[in-house]
Protein backbone atom coordinates (compact mmCIF):
# COMPACT_ATOMS: atom_id res chain seq x y z
CA UNK A 1 0.00 0.00 0.00
CA UNK A 2 1.22 3.53 -1.12
CA UNK A 3 1.71 6.29 1.83
CA UNK A 4 -0.54 8.39 0.05
CA UNK A 5 -3.81 5.56 -0.05
CA UNK A 6 -2.31 5.20 3.98
CA UNK A 7 -3.75 8.77 4.28
CA UNK A 8 -7.08 8.04 2.53
CA UNK A 9 -7.57 5.18 5.87
CA UNK A 10 -9.92 6.10 8.10
CA UNK A 11 -7.51 5.75 11.39
CA UNK A 12 -5.67 8.32 10.09
CA UNK A 13 -8.16 10.68 9.62
CA UNK A 14 -9.67 10.00 12.98
CA UNK A 15 -6.14 11.09 14.16
CA UNK A 16 -5.55 14.09 11.83
CA UNK A 17 -8.78 15.16 13.47
CA UNK A 18 -7.48 14.88 16.39
CA UNK A 19 -4.65 16.42 16.32
CA UNK A 20 -6.05 19.53 14.53
CA UNK A 21 -8.91 20.19 16.99
CA UNK A 22 -5.83 19.76 19.73
CA UNK A 23 -3.59 22.47 17.99
CA UNK A 24 -7.05 24.74 17.49
CA UNK A 25 -7.66 24.03 14.45
CA UNK A 26 -4.84 26.12 13.17
CA UNK A 27 -1.28 26.23 11.50
CA UNK A 28 1.22 26.09 14.18
CA UNK A 29 3.61 27.83 12.07
CA UNK A 30 1.54 30.77 10.31
CA UNK A 31 -1.85 30.40 12.07
CA UNK A 32 -3.56 30.27 9.19
CA UNK A 33 -6.64 27.78 9.21
CA UNK A 34 -7.20 26.80 5.33
CA UNK A 35 -5.73 23.98 3.84
CA UNK A 36 -4.54 22.34 7.23
CA UNK A 37 -2.59 18.87 7.24
CA UNK A 38 -0.87 16.84 9.90
CA UNK A 39 2.66 16.71 9.97
CA UNK A 40 4.84 14.10 11.35
CA UNK A 41 8.08 15.11 13.20
CA UNK A 42 9.86 12.11 12.79
CA UNK A 43 8.99 8.68 11.02
CA UNK A 44 9.49 5.85 13.16
CA UNK A 45 10.84 2.43 11.04
CA UNK A 46 10.43 -0.46 12.87
CA UNK A 47 13.31 -3.12 12.62
CA UNK A 48 10.70 -6.18 13.58
CA UNK A 49 8.85 -5.74 11.37
CA UNK A 50 10.72 -4.26 8.16
CA UNK A 51 8.52 -1.51 7.64
CA UNK A 52 7.83 1.81 9.04
CA UNK A 53 4.69 2.81 11.55
CA UNK A 54 1.51 3.33 10.19
CA UNK A 55 0.69 6.82 9.92
CA UNK A 56 -2.36 6.39 12.33
CA UNK A 57 0.18 4.50 15.36
CA UNK A 58 2.22 7.66 16.26
CA UNK A 59 1.98 9.21 19.09
CA UNK A 60 0.67 13.14 19.62
CA UNK A 61 3.41 14.41 20.51
CA UNK A 62 5.59 13.67 17.12
CA UNK A 63 2.33 15.26 15.10
CA UNK A 64 1.77 18.73 14.48
CA UNK A 65 -0.91 21.11 12.58
CA UNK A 66 0.39 22.43 9.49
CA UNK A 67 -1.44 24.48 6.65
CA UNK A 68 -0.56 23.16 2.86
CA UNK A 69 2.05 25.94 2.07
CA UNK A 70 3.97 25.57 5.63
CA UNK A 71 4.10 22.00 5.30
CA UNK A 72 5.46 21.92 1.37
CA UNK A 73 7.84 24.36 2.75
CA UNK A 74 8.87 22.60 5.59
CA UNK A 75 9.80 19.56 3.68
CA UNK A 76 11.68 21.06 0.94
CA UNK A 77 13.67 23.04 3.58
CA UNK A 78 14.13 19.65 6.04
CA UNK A 79 14.26 16.37 5.94
CA UNK A 80 12.25 14.44 8.48
CA UNK A 81 14.58 12.19 10.82
CA UNK A 82 13.76 9.00 10.54
CA UNK A 83 14.00 6.88 13.77
CA UNK A 84 14.90 3.53 14.15
CA UNK A 85 13.44 1.13 16.92
Not at 35 to 64: E, N
Amino acid sequence: MEYGDLLNDIRWKAKSNQIKERDGKKCLNCGDSKFLQVHHRQYHYVKSLGDFKKPWDYSHDVLITLCKACHDQGHKQFKVPTINI
